[in-house]
């Protein structure tokens, strides 16, 4: 539901509408006249609408590196075969540590949704999106330490966080 504003350049089409207009919506004062047509607007600025389409991606693709974690654990503690490689250790750190960047993702998908609609909200986007920095940073390392690989989801997650910190920047930026 959007805002309303008065428009005095618009004009009633037919009696019975300026009838129905002539009610004063309820955050005018008690006697106030309006002449013209109440217009219903929503909000809509380009960093709130870059927000809310950024943060269906953020859920899509949280939800998608968090099927992946729960695959490679399971893969990690399922396989007895490659215990003596020492494969498990590095494939449980990183599913894991994917499971643990990816649901920070989708908390900051749904908080950057609620944010482009509120933008008072930003702040705590932002402080959401910098967990999610620091926890996809902290689990690339535990890759490298534990003889993984650099995992691409990793480096992903680690690449939509940082693009979330930017746009909720903006977002709070604008707001103040």
């Known amino acids: 539901m959007g805002l309303w504003y008065h428009d005095p350049h618009l004009q009633a089409a037919s009696p019975q509408q300026a009838r129905k ?3 004063r919506p309820s955050h005018c004062p008690q006697g106030s006249r309006l002449k013209g047509a109440l217009v219903a607007v929503e909000q809509t600025s380009t960093i709130s609408w870059y927000l809310r389409i950024f943060s269906y991606l953020l859920m899509i693709c949280g939800l998608f590196g968090l099927a992946v ?3 490679v654990i399971y893969g990690a503690l399922a396989d007895g075969a490659a215990a ?3 494969l498990p250790l590095s494939a449980l750190v990183l599913g894991v540590a994917a499971a ?3 649901g920070i ?3 900051a998908g749904v908080l950057g949704r609620a944010a482009s609609r509120n933008p008072g909200r930003a702040a705590a986007l932002r402080s959401l999106a910098l967990a999610g920095v620091v926890a996809s940073v902290f689990g690339l390392g535990l890759c490298y330490a534990t003889g993984g690989q650099l995992p691409t989801s990793l480096i992903f997650n ?3 966080m940082a693009i979330c910190v930017v746009i909720a920047g903006n ?3 604008s707001v103040q």
């Open 100 to 102: 643990v960047a990816n």
């Open 21 to 23: 207009l002539e009610g």
């Open 84 to 86: 003596a490689t020492g």
């Open 105 to 107: 993702t989708i908390a």
């Open 171 to 173: 977002l709070g930026k």
């Open 158 to 160: 680690l690449l939509l």
């Open 69 to 71: 974690g729960g695959v």
